[in-house]
């Protein structure tokens, strides 16, 4: 848990997170529409939701109001546990990934974030992508994050306030990872990207792994899954989402 | 326990300043000059200049990606970010560069995107994605980023001289150095 460490997660955990299709499709350029906000990966440090900013900054969640885009406005903070390390909007609520866990706060008052869940587990780094029902979390232990044992975590959400853990598929290393309809891609560094079906959510069956790359994060975009890899970025087209063909690879 | 995790930490964070006698966070300060990285500096003021480079720029250490109508956004960690036209994906590429010291994470809504410089928050408007420009700013919104921003370290390991805080490090070089700090 050295200085190194931490700075390779704030390399990590850079770009934000916007997923779930009905948010994130292109909205009409008109001004009554709200903005469209593009799609982040799942290795955030801050996030949009709500028309607010929310930022992780040195143990405390920050709200800054969106109303005026061109002028963010801090309009509230709470205290939120030190290590939280991922954050991830979905629908009204915010999903914290820290060592000691995921925590689930309610934005139902934009300004005033309130934890409203917690899922304990292992000490451990880890990203986050939910849906209505089910959130799944990458822990890779072995590392500064803790002992975890390194994998796929999926957590019943049905109950906001109660996650409860009903799978978790080992792993090497997992990272990133991006949902598309029923397909779950994992960023696995070397040992490459993981792709599930996950229509069972308790019963994640592996399809594939394809190995162009060091694969850190992912972005599923309007049939296009942008892969974060070590030198750069691969593309691939992913119309037929449980097998992603490589279209491009742009590296350093 | 979390008192104990913070301790931890806070000991993690002072370890790569200070020698360990041990030996466990790298080797005895030697006495006489080493091969190792020098901070190359520039004042904070300078540090915060945000500047559009138009073209394919070469890309140094890759960061996270962001998805934008037709464009994609990939952060050069601790320098900025990179505009890929994404138009047609067989022939995506970087197409822009925006200078950002620091620069760590971007999100987008609308026309603005929202990132830091370093431990400033800053808004670009990206009505032309390819001549973005600072809108607004919030001074200090991440404090850590005053410590801890991506080039407080260099890349490789082996000897180097630990940073100022009073400037901030926008690269480093090899020299012939009295090392003071020691990257495992």
């Known amino acids: 848990m050295n200085k190194q460490f931490l700075l390779l997660y704030t390399a990590l955990f850079l770009a934000a997170a916007t997923i779930v299709a009905g948010c994130t499709k292109e909205a009409a350029n008109s001004a009554a529409s709200t903005p469209d906000t593009g799609k982040g990966g799942s290795l955030a440090r801050f996030t949009i939701a709500r028309d607010h900013l929310y930022a992780v900054s040195n143990g405390y969640l920050h709200a800054y109001s969106l109303e005026n885009g061109a002028a963010p406005k801090k309009v509230g903070y709470v205290p939120i546990t030190w290590d939280v390390e991922t954050i991830y909007p979905y629908g009204k609520y915010l999903f914290l990934g820290s060592r000691a866990g995921l925590f689930i706060y309610s934005i139902d008052t934009a300004s005033a974030p309130r934890m409203v869940g917690m899922a304990s587990h292992a000490r451990s780094c880890d990203p986050v992508v939910a849906n209505d029902s089910v959130a799944f979390v990458t822990l890779k232990g072995g590392t500064a994050c803790g002992p975890a044992t390194s994998g796929l975590y999926v957590h019943d959400i049905k109950n906001i306030t109660k996650p409860q853990l009903v799978k978790t598929v080992p792993l090497p290393d997992p990272v990133g990872l991006g949902l598309q309809d029923n397909i779950l891609y994992i960023c696995c560094g070397t040992a490459g990207l993981k792709v599930f079906n996950v229509s069972k959510p308790n019963e994640p069956v592996l399809l594939d792994t394809i190995k162009d790359g060091l694969y850190v994060d992912v972005i599923p975009y309007n049939g296009v899954l942008i892969c974060f890899v070590q030198d750069g970025i691969i593309l691939y087209d992913i119309s037929k989402p449980e097998s992603p063909v490589m279209v491009k690879k742009i590296a350093s | ?184």
């Not at chain 2, 956004?73 to 010291?101: C, E, S, W, Y």
């Not at chain 2, 001074?139 to 490789?156: C, I, K, R």
């Open chain 2, 1 to 184: 326990m979390r008192l104990l995790l913070l301790l931890l930490a806070t000991m993690g964070l002072c370890s790569c300043w200070n020698w360990d006698p041990n030996g466990y966070y790298g080797p005895e300060p030697p006495r006489h000059k080493v091969w190792g990285n020098k901070p190359v500096y520039d004042t904070k003021t300078s540090a915060k200049t945000i500047q559009y480079l138009p073209g394919k720029q070469p890309l140094k250490q890759a960061g996270n990606i962001y998805a934008f109508r037709r464009y994609i956004f990939q952060v050069d960690v601790g320098k900025g970010i990179h505009v890929i036209d994404n138009t047609d994906p067989a022939a995506a590429d970087r197409v822009g560069f925006i200078v950002l010291q620091g620069c760590a994470q971007l999100s987008i809504r609308g026309n603005y995107l929202y990132t830091n410089s370093l431990d400033d928050l800053v808004t670009l408007d990206l009505t032309d994605p390819l001549q973005p420009r600072e809108v607004a700013r919030v001074a200090g919104a991440f404090p850590e980023m005053n410590y801890n921003y991506p080039l407080v370290q260099p890349a490789d390991t082996g000897y180097y001289t630990c940073p100022r805080y009073d400037s901030v490090v926008v690269g480093w070089v090899k020299d012939s150095i009295y090392a003071t700090c020691y990257r495992r």
